[in-house]
T-cell receptor, first 115, second 117 residues
């Protein structure tokens, strides 16, 4: 248990489905991130939330919709996905500057398969 | 924008031997942080070691050490006395020191390390 928990661990969904990925941390961190990890590509930053406000959105298609209801929880809502969206989705959290160590803590990811 | 390059998609090393993983990066900034992360089959990314650009001394964590060459923009990871548990994907990552409240990491494509018993 790393302190960042992601559910579900695996998800298979059809292109017309709607599903949500959940990320939870109780480390007292104020920033949370969604990354997409595809084979043989660098991790792609999708969204950043700092103090529950979205501070970055890297031109992610609107079929991905993030939600950060509080500093401990982060969701990624999925709808009408494409097969190329199949990937490992990683959540991470970090303290803000001045709160000590600047490293990320990652979850174990959700392996998403779109059929 | 910053970029991180790992030119070795795969590496292998005999158990108990030493291996070095390469990483280069491109940035116009003078202050930043560099990291090596390990991702075993469990998929969880684990921080192995980090380096602050303003520190000239190379970081060391037990069997893991880095060779940080700021002028060459090179940041290699050396693993000594390799163990079976070191088998994983290793990612090099960069973070600017100038952002606040958004500690975004830029990753390389990774190096898959195999340990040969």
């Amino acid at each position: 248990e790393t302190g960042v928990t992601q559910t579900p661990r695996h998800l298979v969904m059809g292109m017309t489905n709607k599903k949500s990925l959940k990320c939870e941390q109780h480390l007292g961190h104020n920033a949370m991130y969604w990354y997409k990890q595809s084979a043989k590509k660098p991790l792609e930053l999708m969204f950043v939330y700092s103090l529950e406000e979205r501070v970055e959105n890297n031109s992610v298609p609107s079929r991905f919709s993030p939600e950060c209801p509080n500093s401990s929880h982060l969701f990624l809502h999925l709808h009408t996905l494409q097969p190329e969206d199949s990937a490992l989705y990683l959540c991470a959290s970090s303290p803000q500057r001045g709160q000590g160590d600047y490293g990320y803590t990652f979850g174990s990811g959700t392996r998403l398969t779109v059929v | 924008a910053q970029t991180v390059t790992q030119s070795q998609p795969e590496m292998s090393v005999q158990e108990a031997e030493t291996v070095t993983l390469s990483c280069t990066y491109d940035t116009s900034e003078s202050d930043y942080y560099l990291f090596w992360y390990k991702q075993p089959p469990s998929r969880q990314m684990i921080l192995v070691i980090r380096q602050e650009a303003y520190k000239q001394q190379n970081a060391t964590e037990n069997r893991f050490s880095v060779n940080f060459q700021k002028a060459a923009k090179s940041f290699s990871l050396k693993i000594s006395d390799s163990q079976l548990g070191d088998a994983a994907m290793y990612f090099c990552a960069y973070r600017s020191a100038y952002t606040f409240g958004n500690e975004k990491l830029t990753f390389g494509t990774g190096t898959r390390l195999t340990i040969i018993p």
